[in-house]
């Protein structure tokens, strides 16, 4: 595995860890603080954006396989 692969996916990983933590924190916060609902926006939106990577990537590796490509 190639460094430049390595790091991309521990920041894959890492974003995805990283947005679960915030989402259970900022929901258990949810009522005594007035920023946990801007944290469990801004964590929702990552793990969206990293989903929508994930499937993105998902397609085009069944695509290849799909075509014969290597």
Known sequence: MQPRDRARLLLRFGLSVASYLA????????????????????????????????????LVTVGEVALGRD
Do not use: H, K, P, Y
Request: net charge neutral; aromatic share 12%.
């Open 23 to 58: 989402i259970t924190v900022a929901g258990a916060l949810l009522f005594s603080s007035t920023q946990a609902f801007t944290w469990l926006v801004v964590a929702t939106v990552v793990l969206l954006l990293v989903s929508l990577r994930n499937t993105w990537d998902l």
